[in-house]
């Protein structure tokens, strides 16, 4: 079985992901959306809210599996039984940090491959921070999240 993991923050998940996650499905049996805990952020959704919101987004994608993961993403990725990480390219500034990040799995784990996919054009300048911004000064984010994400910030922001 062909198994990849698609790591990240997702805070929250926008459909700059979901189109990542809809392309790289088709290339592998199982895809897993690993979400990151890391201590030293304060994200807006917890872990387990993020998790839901990925769930609840994905749910015609029986081949998706959400988790989380703590440390670093190689051993949860052979912890899981995967080879492959999947990581999109948003725009050439993205290019210098995945490189590194890219270089530094690869060095501590040779078996792994990281797979980049480039985004699709219309969500080339969303990010999870811009999502939150936008939204938090009251400016419309409609299609640009799954709708469950919308509501979900509402409530967690709210926006009146
Ligand atoms: O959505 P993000 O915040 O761009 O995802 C970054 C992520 C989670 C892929 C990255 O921070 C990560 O893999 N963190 C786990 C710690 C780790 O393995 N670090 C070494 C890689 S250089």
């Known amino acids: 079985m062909k ?10 998940i926008t459909n700059g992901h979901i189109d990542i996650i809809r392309r790289s499905v088709k290339l592998f049996d199982e895809l897993i959306v690993a979400v990151l805990v890391n201590p030293a952020k304060s994200p807006l959704f917890t872990v387990e809210e993020r998790m839901e ?20 993403l190689v051993h949860y990725v052979s912890g899981v039984k995967a080879n492959v990480i999947i990581r999109g390219l948003r725009a050439v500034s993205d290019f ?14 040779s078996d792994v491959e990281i797979v980049f996919l480039m985004t699709s054009y219309e969500y080339s300048y969303l990010s999870s921070g811009v999502i939150k911004e936008v939204f938090g000064l009251g400016g419309d984010v409609t299609g640009l999240v799954p709708e469950c994400v919308e509501a979900k910030l509402l409530e967690k922001m709210r926006r009146k």
């Open 3 to 12: 198994r990849a993991v698609y790591p990240g923050s997702f805070d929250p």
């Open 53 to 72: 919101l990925i769930k609840e987004s994905l749910n015609d994608l029986p081949n998706v599996k959400v988790d989380s993961f703590t440390g670093l």
């Open 96 to 109: 210098e940090t995945e490189f590194q990040m890219a270089l530094m799995n690869k060095r501590l784990n």
